[in-house]
């Protein structure tokens, strides 16, 4: 029996993709979509990149909601959830079926100084406006948002200094060995990065560091994370475990609801363990299984996770998840303009050569084909030969052992 009436808390594109996918499936039924902000929905990975530069002045996704069918209702935030609906700061709307993508929302430091975060249009548009050449900026965290964000203010005329807690940039990503690797890179876009420094505050006028350290700065943008925007079903008998905990087909704990996006944590059966991707291509794939389901089927989400970012003229592309148990390959020479890595499935060797095993993560510099290869291996689990793969002559698609 259809579902009567569909709820879509959260107007971006995860929430998009959901009313497209639905209606893909001949879903015929009520769609409402909720969203916070006062805009149509559109693309953040732009924000830092294009948009920044002035290279982009419209990020829209151009929906055609009047096509969709869609009742959207812009500037309304959801507060709450009870047996069937939801509560907004506008209203209440009762639901058959309720999906959650709400997205997250940027970490803020302490203190009594402006700070500013990068995550919406509004604020994308209100910071390229403050990088003017000469400007002393300080960014906090080196992690993909903050570096990304750092190559266009760089390139925009700004005195950058970057600012990070941990021994090398993209250290929580990447680990700090192959993150390292990355830091050449801000020196010769004339930035000024400092690592293993923590920030104790944002005051008016620049940095409290540690010790009665300062740091002066024009404008600071703390780029340190985002939380699940999910506070609002505290509560509400959904399950949250960092974000909506979802199962392999995206049900949330309560039936009806479901999850997509940055906000749902959801069962990988490839990696054994609980996922929350914050990434484009997450967004634009979980709505699918979420819109097949609620017709009536039995989807499971188990992709391969793939993020993209641009820094410093470099392409580096990432698809997979590694932990630190996992084996490390060196592909190229990581000092050079293209290289890639590789992470092995863990064996419990302690540290020794790299064994056979299943590809699980891969990074790429600049080279693209590694990376499609590398996807395509990582989802075939089959196992790979290390020298192989440490070879960049070898195809890495030819990998896998028993490959020609």
Known sequence: MQVEQVVIAGAGLAGLRTAEELRARGYTGAITMIGAERRLPYDRPPLTKKFMTGELDDTSLRPDMTSLGVDLRLGATATGLRAGVLRTDQGEHPFGALVVTTGAAPVRLPGSGPQRVLRTLDDAMALRSALRPGVKLAVVGAGWIGAELTTSAARRGCQVTVVEAA????????????????????????????????????????????????????????????????????????????????????????????????????????????LRVEHWDNAIHAPAVVAANIRGGDEQYDPVPYFWSEQFGRMVQYAGHHTAADQLVWRGDPGGKDWSAGWLAGTGRGGGAPAPAPLVAVLTVSRPRDLLQGRRLIASGDVVDPARLADPAVPVRDCAVGAR
Request: glycine share 16%; hydrophobic share 45%.
């Open 167 to 274: 021994p090398a940039p993209l250290a929580g990503a990447l680990g700090t060995e192959v993150g390292s690797r990355t830091e050449p890179w801000y020196a010769a876009a004339g930035v000024d990065l400092r690592l293993g420094q923590p920030v104790e505050s944002v005051e008016p006028g620049g940095l409290a560091l540690p010790g009665g350290g300062w740091l002066a700065a024009d404008e600071i943008v703390t780029a340190v994370g985002v939380r699940p925007e999910v506070s609002w079903l505290d509560g509400t008998g959904v399950m949250l475990e960092n974000g909506v905990a979802v199962d392999e087909g995206l049900h949330a704990s309560v039936p009806g609801v479901y999850a997509a996006g940055d906000c749902a944590a959801f069962v990988s059966r490839r990696y054994r363990r609980r």
